[in-house]
């Protein structure tokens, strides 16, 4: 293991349930159909990772999608900031490049601990933490780390790089838990992660493809208006649109292998690629049985507290005027901010086909023997000694072998 300073490298439904399975139909692609899905997902890190910049992103053809999914990651960060109050310590997995950074700093976290598997994209966050700790907050006094660790491995050295005093208030995980669920061992060794330094009452959030919706579309390739709309639709098993596609290798999964149900998932402008003939380069990731992950989660002393499509999220906090709650107004206002498009263009938007795919999660941390009532009046509970390291804010990277 070896600790690094920082490089100045500028690179530097009944059948759509996804649970609901069985051996029919099993069929792998075809060899000469022009498809190549990689290996498994470590190729991933060779892809080019360059931070496209706020130019590159606004040039995006989905830039209305990645406002969107950040306006509910913003949301999110704000409710259970909010909650918590004061003195707010977050540990963000799977972080990338901290495209969420500047969220927990505008929620004046006062611990931040960022971990991710690749190194490259760590470097481009603390390229952004040191712009934002100079500029825009830095009345902010936030703390901050980030880690290289490849988080699901038995290797997995996070918690050694945590200074001992540090526990956490909210563990999150945004768009990057399908990676965890090739096998039990790896989904169980995240959340042995997630729960290991988080607070009794503490909260672990998160947004994942919903796998009722994306079985669903699955399941429903044949339907005569999906078929017709899919530009897919001579290849086995494949959906999509213009700006993403999805692969599987079957229609329908053996009930007693919940782990390791991979697809294909291409996405536009992502880190993955289309050549140019249009032949997808995929990038598997895995399903997530929802059902499942919440069984699981209770034995880790996760206890689920809220979960919706973001479709839903987006009509509670957009459409139903009738809900006139606080919470309600700042998602709405922040919605104004954060999106210029109307709801007529919206809703008929290929990316809405998208933003359909996505849900969020929120567990909370309950002991055995507790209930939530006891954690009702939960508030950041740090004492000072939490805060007596250096404040300047570091990268360590962990060479993997
Ligand atoms: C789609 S990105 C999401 C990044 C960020 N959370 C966001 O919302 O913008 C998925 C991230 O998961 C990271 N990742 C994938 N497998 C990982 C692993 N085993 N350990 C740690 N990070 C991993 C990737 O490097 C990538 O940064």
């Known amino acids: 293991m070896k600790e690094l300073e ?13 649970s609901s399975s069985s051996d029919e139909e099993e069929e792998k692609p075809k060899h000469d159909e022009k498809i190549q899905v990689l290996e498994n997902h470590v190729r991933y890190y060779e892809r080019d990772l360059r931070d496209p910049g706020i130019e590159g992103r606004k040039a995006s053809r989905i830039y209305f999608l990645r406002s969107f999914n950040n306006w509910v990651k913003a949301c999110l960060i704000k409710k259970y900031t909010f909650k918590i ?6 540990l963000d997995l799977c972080c990338g490049r901290g495209g969420d950074l ?21 470097q481009n966050a603390m390229d952004r933490l040191e712009k934002i700790t100079q500029e825009k907050f830095s009345g902010n006094n936030t703390k901050c780390f980030l880690i290289q660790d490849d988080l699901s491995s038995p290797t997995s050295v996070l918690l050694k790089k945590i200074p001992d005093q540090v526990f956490f208030d909210i563990v999150a995980c945004q768009f990057a838990l399908h990676y965890h669920f090739e096998t039990e061992d790896k989904i169980r060794k995240f959340l042995s992660n997630v729960v290991a330094k988080l607070n009794p009452g503490g909260f672990f959030f998160g947004t994942i493809i919903d796998a009722d ?3 669903k579309r699955l399941r429903s390739i044949k339907n005569k208006e999906n078929f017709d709309k899919n530009p897919y639709n001579d290849k086995k098993f494949t959906f999509g649109n213009e700006y993403y596609s999805v ?12 782990y390791g149900i991979r697809y294909g998932f291409y996405l536009e402008d992502s880190i993955d690629k289309k050549d140019k003939h249009g032949n997808v380069d995929y990038i598997w990731e895995y399903l997530i049985i929802f059902k499942l992950f919440v069984e699981l989660a209770k034995e880790y002393e996760l206890e689920l507290v809220e979960n919706f499509n973001f479709e839903n999220f987006y009509e509670n906090n957009v459409i139903n005027e009738s809900n006139e709650d606080r919470e309600r107004t700042f998602n709405l206002n922040l919605f104004k901010k954060m999106i210029k498009l109307d709801h007529e263009k919206l809703s008929t938007s290929s990316q ?5 795919l996505y849900k969020v999660f929120c567990f909370r941390k309950i002991p055995k023997g507790k ?10 509970v740090h004492d000072k000694t939490q805060f007596n390291f250096d404040n300047k804010p570091e990268l360590k990277i962990h060479k993997m072998v």
């Open 247 to 258: 692969q599987f290798a079957q229609k329908r999964f053996p009930i007693n292998k919940p």
């Open 102 to 122: 500047p969220k927990y700093f505008q929620s004046r976290v006062k611990i931040y601990v960022g971990s991710d598997i690749a190194e490259e994209l760590l």
């Open 85 to 90: 109050g004061r003195n707010v310590s977050v």
């Open 6 to 18: 920082k490089k100045n490298s500028k690179h530097s439904n009944s059948n759509s349930d996804s």
């Open 213 to 215: 919706v994306l079985v």
């Open 371 to 380: 209930t939530m009532k006891d954690y009702e009046r939960y508030t950041a």
């Open 352 to 356: 809405w086909d998208i933003i359909q």
